[in-house]
């Protein structure tokens, strides 16, 4: 009797785990839904509640899906783009309504500032080299929901948020190669513990909104200009 060609079954743990990490990174799209339903309501500390939810799910998700080997044991799920479709929720579409509803733009221009960041998004995640293969984002990485919470947090005048909003808009368009904080390969250690730093204080600080301390939220900017110009630095290619 010829013998039968076995192929070893999947570990059900590690399928369960791994399908399992899929269904923490949807769980983006809920967060992204409260968050948006808290804007609604001008509840902006739950929205800062939700958004902070989100963006955690986001930050650890690739790492999960790394440890449990997901496009093995979950081939099924296009991570990738289920990782695409969230990020577009939860950075362009929960900001776009926050930028409507709120008052952080003049009101002559709220909805014109909220298709822009719609219309520029779509473009920037939908190009084929948006994620280099050196791992950077090419172009303004769609950070909608930071730039969000930093002009309601700030309270600067309506229409240098404007400002500040168009000129994002126009750098998706311009080819620089910003870093992948997770990923960086450039002064990894240093840049790890800030954004670590960053994200700790700003989380600590943002929390206790309306009674936030001021100078967490300037002194979370060191980050912002450390990232921006970690990522002018010119770069050779490590693409393999």
Sequence with gaps: MTSMTTESKPNIFRVIA???????TATGAVW???AILAVFEKDWKMMIVWMIVGMLVDGFDGMLARLADVKKYADGIDGALLDNILDYISYVLLPAVFLVKADVLPESVRLFGACSI???SAYQFTQT???TDDHHFKGFPSYWNIAALYMLLLNLPQWVNFGFLMLFNILVFVPIKYIYPSRNNY????????????????IWGILQYPNHPKWVIWATLI??????VLSLI?????AH
């Design 187 to 202: 002064l990894r250690k240093l840049t790890l513990t800030l954004t670590y730093l960053y994200g700790a204080i700003g």
């Design 129 to 131: 080299d948006a994620k």
């Design 223 to 228: 980050y912002a200009v450390y990232y921006i």
């Design 18 to 24: 791994a399908w399992g990490v899929h269904l923490f």
């Design 118 to 120: 719609l219309l520029t």
């Design 234 to 238: 010119p770069k050779k290619s490590n």
């Design 32 to 34: 992204a839904l409260l």
